[in-house]
């Protein structure tokens, strides 16, 4: 059995206080914001966090892009970091990874995972981000896109 280290637990502590009232919210406004810029781009996947009797603690935006490979992600990543945003991918199929990969499972078996894996880029989501801030990831993930596809 293990038990949570003290200093975590008072993390957490102090987080749980802030989540329903501020955090859940704050980062609720960032996602919107998001979801209501790329909505108007063609290429823009946006995900759906909300369904019928449960919601998301919007703690991730992972953007899709349509029709681009992991080489175009990869392009598209590097050109949001030359812009100063940090961004990265959240999903990674589990036969990329080492251990599986060691186990004998290849990616090639499962085409659906790849193509979601090459085109999500998860972009910066924190209640301290400002709407000005917010605007600048945006359209540095336009500006990103437009020139990679």
């Known amino acids: ?3 949570m280290p003290d200093v975590l637990a008072a993390m957490v502590l102090s987080q749980h206080r802030k989540y329903p009232d501020g955090l859940l919210a704050e980062r609720k406004r ?3 914001f998001y979801n209501d810029s790329f909505s108007k781009y063609e290429w823009a ?3 759906l966090f909300i369904k019928t009797g449960c919601s ?3 703690h991730i935006y992972p953007l899709r892009i349509k029709n ?3 080489e175009k992600r990869n392009a598209i990543i590097q050109a949001i970091t030359a812009s100063q945003v940090t961004v990265n991918v959240h999903f ?3 036969p990329m ?3 599986f990969r060691h186990a004998g499972y290849t990616i090639d078996d499962y085409p659906v995972s790849y193509g979601l894996y090459c085109n999500e880029i998860s972009l910066p989501v924190y209640p301290q981000l400002s709407a000005e801030q917010c605007s600048f990831v945006v359209e540095s993930v336009i500006a990103a896109v437009e ?3």
């Open 30 to 32: 960032v996602f919107d």
């Open 68 to 70: 681009i490979n992991e």
């Open 1 to 3: 059995k293990r038990d």
């Open 45 to 47: 996947l946006c995900p």
């Open 147 to 149: 020139g990679k596809c």
């Open 92 to 94: 990674i199929p589990l």
């Open 97 to 99: 990874l080492t251990v």
């Open 56 to 58: 998301s603690s919007y």
